[in-house]
T-cell receptor, first 110, second 107 residues
């Protein structure tokens, strides 16, 4: 079992651009959560997907959107990138209460 | 005020020392998580507990629901334990994280 995988590992974008990050959950997991971790801070919950629907959402603007596919993989899209969007984006999958984290995607906005 | 507070923020120890990291939270919870994050970002779940105590190898996690407090202990610390340790509250999704405790164990 490959565990939770994320792509790409690193990404550099310019202000105003759009970005798509991808996550493949651990085998058998049906729920995917996304988190943003700014440097020196704990992760902040963005949203969670279950059965291809957004089930919960944190305090993030509409520029942050997502999608879950029938195979439970998920995408995080961020539009109109700001410098402040530079962070590590973590995906976590779960079947029950315990979450398994991916290695993250490091996004740098210049 | 952050809903999850950790202390200390930074911790330096000598190899072999007993380590304690504390976590306090402000609201009732269904579960508390202890996680480990190494440089580069990957997060590993260490414990999820809702009462009592759990042990895994040299790691022990305790929780006191009445006092809204949890501790993570590392016995016989080793340089490979150097990492950021994060506590988080919540159950399925929507975890609320503390800012983490950066532990450095010197040989």
């Amino acid at each position: 079992d490959a565990g939770v995988t994320q792509s790409p590992t690193h990404l550099i974008k310019t202000r105003g651009q759009q970005v798509t990050l991808r996550c493949s959950p651990k085998s058998g997991h049906d729920t995917v959560s996304w988190y943003q971790q700014a440097l020196g801070q704990g992760p902040q919950f963005i949203f969670q997907y279950y059965e291809e629907e957004e089930r919960q959402r944190g305090n993030f603007p509409d520029r942050f959107s997502g999608h879950q596919f029938p195979n439970y993989s998920s995408e995080l899209n961020v539009n109109a990138l700001l410098l402040g969007d530079s962070a590590l984006y973590l995906c976590a999958s779960s079947l029950g209460p315990e979450q398994y984290f991916g290695p993250g995607t490091r996004l740098t906005v210049t | 005020k952050n809903e999850v507070e950790q202390s200390p923020q930074n911790l330096t120890a000598q190899e072999g020392e007993f380590i304690t990291i504390n976590c306090s939270y402000s609201v009732g919870i269904s579960a508390l998580h202890w996680l480990q994050q190494h440089p580069g970002g990957g997060i590993v779940s260490l414990f999820m507990l809702s009462s009592g105590k759990k042990k895994h190898g040299r790691l022990i996690a305790t929780i006191n629901i009445q006092e809204k407090h949890s501790s993570l202990h590392i016995t016989a610390s080793h340089p490979r334990d150097s990492a950021v340790y994060i506590c988080a509250m919540g159950s399925q999704g929507n975890l609320i994280f503390g800012k983490g405790t950066k532990l450095s164990v010197k040989p």
